[in-house]
Every structure is written in C-alpha cells, then in structure tokens.
C-alpha cells in the first residue's frame, strides 16, 4: 500500500492496488451472532454483513456491543451461539492471518517497555512478513522517527497510528478497526480517511467502528448500528438516510443514529 | 509453529525487563553455589557437581517467576490481544509460548550448570573434593524448563503475575517446608518436588526417608514432568477456551 502520512501531516497518495494472490477479497458475514456474559446477553442475534469494497460503519452508543462483534469476528471472544466468517471461513482458519485481516482493537495493544518498531517486528514475524514490512508500515502510519521510543512515552495518538501500523503491516484484503480516530490529531483523521476510501476503492472490505458519525460519513457505503446488544439497522447508507424524511432535504447520518438509538 | 514460536522468541528480546530477567534468572545459581563453596561450606562427602548443584533451587524459583511473569503479563497489560489477532489458532500460541519459554530457559539453566560447576571448581581448593559425575548436572536443565514451563501455564491460567508467581513459589518451595502435613504421601509429593528431584539425582545432601521418592530418583523427575505436563496441559485448555 502506497498511502504515507507525512510528517508534515501531508498524505502522500499513490494508488491501493487490489489484494494479490491468496488475499483474495474477502466479505466479513456475521450470523446469528450472540454472546451471553454472566447472564447478560451483550449480543443479541446479530447478523450482517460487510462487503468487499466498501467501507462499512459500525454504529452504536457506549456499551452497544460494537468492540464485543469485533472481537468475536477476530476469534478474540468466543460467540455462545451464530458465527462470523471472513471469505466463508471463520478468522481462526485463515494461513498467515495478518495478511487476510489487519485488525485494530485498542490502542493498549503493544508492550509499554516495547518500541514501535519490536512490536511491529513482532507482529511480522508471527506471519512471516518480510523485515521491509516494519519500516514500511512505520512510514505509512507517520511514526518513523520515533520508532524506537518505548510504547510507553508515546501519546494516545501516537500509540493509535501503531495500531494502525498493526493492522495495515500485512497489506491485508480485510481492515477491521474498532475507534480508529481517539486520539488521532487533524492530519492524522485526514489520512486515515483517505486510506479507508482507498482500500475500499481498492476492492478490500473495511469494517469500521466509530462514535464520530460526522467523520465516518462521508466514507461510509454502509452502516449497521447496534443498540442494546441488538441490530438496529443495516443497510446502505443512502438507503438509510433515504428512509428518513428530513425538513429540508437529505438529513445527516448523525441526525438518522439519534433518531434510532433516541438521544437529542 | 515456528513463525509464532519466533515472534514469542522476539517478545522476551525486545523488552528489557524480559531479558535482563533471564539473565539474573540465570546468574542465581552459580552465585549462589559460588557463595556457599567460597565460604567453605560444602560438607566433606560433597563433590564439585554437588557443590555446583546446591543454588539450583533458587535458579529454579527465579526461572519459574520469569515465566509466569511472561505469561501473564500479556493479560495484565491486555497485549494478549494483538498476540491473538496476529496468531488466532490458540493451541499454535500456546505452544509456541510454552516453546519460547522453554528454550530460554533449556539454554540458561545449562549456561547455570556449567558455570556454577566451573566456578565452584575455581574457588575450591584443589584436592578437597572429588568432582564426581558432572552428567547428572543435566536434572538442573530438566527441572528448569520444567518449572519454567509451569510458570508460564499458571500464568495463563490466572492471568495475574502476582498470584501466578506466589503459586510458582508455592509450588517450589512449600514442599519441603509443608511437607509433614502430607503423612504418609510425604516422600511421593516431597520427593517428586522440583528441588528435591535435583538433590536425588545429583546426590548431594542426604535427605530423610520422608523426603526422598521412594521409587527412585528418576522416577521422581518422570513423575516431576508429568505434573508439569498436566499443568501445561490445564493452562492450554484455559486459553484456548476462555475469551481473550
């Protein structure tokens, strides 16, 4: 991928090829999916799917149960009952992983006494990725020049675009980030909007959660968004905002959510 | 296998903690021998090997915490989940978590052996004591890896570094301390603990008939490693079954 945010905060752009080889464009389906924990159901037959090309928003309120569907699509949690499949296969069962799907699911997800660049050698050598791959993605997330500072003197935006570092390192068919923008400053929000556009446009399926609907929708093909654990819509995101009839013309994506989920 | 076993190798090396761990982990028991033979205390029927082998409980103890440390770690700072996003197939994880501790500690706990029996030959006057059969040094490697290995298990299975490492202690030391309250399973529990297997093949200090296996030495060390098998195993269902 040849998307680099400069350090000027510039994107440097060229064109996302298409996913190559075995990487083939992949769709996330989720199907029936619930997940009970100590009694308490945080899932609730979820099923929806998010589509090769696309950039598909995930929605919800604090507590939803967005990052639990993420995790239980990446194996992390395990579902009581329904599946998530990547490319008809469930996460788990995917060779060289990283490479199919590039996750990000937290900022805290590296070794504060790690640097940057032994947390992405890490991640490359788990999935056999060549060692080229951990300056490149350091160039494409803009933190080259502290690549060798402990995770733990990194800011919250900082830690964040390592976490995208994470998830881009393996060039992969699949992106799935749960809040990609906390943390991120101007430049940052930008870039990562371009590259979003880009990998969909690029035939990849981008699966992406967020509580910035002003920022999510003008990148977004599809939305589904959870509330209470529940589906409570999924769709295209003209077909969404098509269905609300507004007072003057189209009404906003955020305006659609607060009608949905309630909220002023 | 060996891509994430590789990648675990790369975890302990690229944080300082981690490493530097392993290297007092392994400096405890030539230091510790070193210190009880240069103050003379090595008992007239001791060989060198003996002599070498009288730190190995605290070698032990410490490779045994630095496992734990590692594995539990990963829950304790929530970086288990990028290992899980990057290496799903759990059981391909766990061993290879299990793989990189052990290695670690194979090679340290022979660095231990050999540098505790070559230092408590260069501080023993010569002639004192025979050097008897360095061989058997090769249960302080056995017993390491073993107990290294349970301690990584156990912290998977708590996911707490401390109480992974005040079980790993337990599991070390309470034994022999304990051991009266076992009656009459006290020789198969205290024999067949980790120290006490080192001290029955090296044939160091004489242990009483309640500590000491009664089907031999090598039968408490193969009883030694099924325990810690057994764990391995409980800590390999814990994290293949339970949410990340």
Redesign the interface.
Known sequence: MDLALGPSGRVRARMIPAPAGDRVAAAIVVEDATKVIDGVKVLDRISFTARSGRVTALLGPNGAGKSTVL?AI?????LSSGRATIGGRP??E?RR??QV?G?F??P????????AR??L???A????LPRSSVPHALELVGIADIADLPVSHMSLGMRQRLGLA?ALIGDPAVVILDEPHNGLDAAAIRWLRVVLRALAEAGRTVLVSSNLISEIEPICDDVVILAGGKIRAASTLADFVGGFPGAEGRVSLEECYLRIVGGS | MRLAWHAELLKIATVRGLWIGAIIATAAMPLTSLLVAATGRLDAADTLTTGAATGAIVGLLAYGVWGATFAAGEYARGTIVVSLATVPRRGVLYAAKIGAVAAVAGVGALVCATTALLGVLAVTPPGQHSLGDPAVLVSVVLVVVSVTAVGAAVGIITRSPSASVAIVAAAVLLPNVAGGLLGRFQPWVVGASPGTVITQIVGGAQLATNQTYPAGPWAAAATMVLVAAAVAAAGAIALIRRDG
């Open positions: 995790r990446l194996g992390v949690d395990h996460f788990r995917h992983p990283v799907v996750a699911l937290t805290d997800a590296a070794h504060p006494r790690r640097n032994g947390h050698a890490i991640v050598a788990s999935n056999g994470t």
